[in-house]
């Protein structure tokens, strides 16, 4: 079946790094945009970093374009999202989707909205805490 699974989350200290991974299987993920998005209780969704097809556009939320780095491997059909100098506010479900060349229009739009039928495949999200 088509899937696509977060891992890397967990409990990390302010100031403190992880290396998300959102890999595929089933599809070819070098086929779509890939998005970044994360929910903290009570609120509401976010786009946090985005990555075209290519690999050549991306796009970073303003509280985190100084310290997140997404790229992608296409021999490992994954995407990563670096974090670093995690903050307490990072805390959140982090979830990855992707959207195909149909429906996407650039990574900035991708980014600024969550509009969950827009894309093709969603993951089921890991949790990253921040907390000392």
């Known amino acids: 079946q088509s899937q696509l699974v977060e891992s890397g989350g967990g409990l990390v200290q302010p100031g403190g790094s992880l290396r998300l991974s959102c890999a595929a299987s089933?599809?070819?993920?070098?086929?779509?945009?890939v998005g970044w998005f994360r929910q903290a209780p009570g609120k509401e969704p976010e786009g946090v970093s985005c990555i075209s097809v290519s690999g050549g556009g991306l796009n970073y939320a303003d509280s985190v374009k100084d310290r997140f780095s997404v790229s992608r491997d296409n021999a490992k059909n994954t995407v990563y999202l670096q974090l670093n100098n995690l903050k307490p506010e990072d805390t959140a479900v982090y979830y990855c989707?992707?959207?195909?060349?149909?429906?996407?229009?650039?990574?900035?739009?991708?980014?600024?909205?969550?509009?969950?039928?827009?894309?093709?495949?969603w993951g089921q999200g890991t949790q990253v805490t921040v907390s000392s």
């Open positions: 089933g599809f070819t993920l070098s086929l779509y945009a």
């Open positions: 989707a992707a959207q195909s060349l149909v429906k996407y229009t650039s990574v900035r739009a991708m980014c600024t909205s969550v509009p969950r039928d827009e894309y093709d495949f």
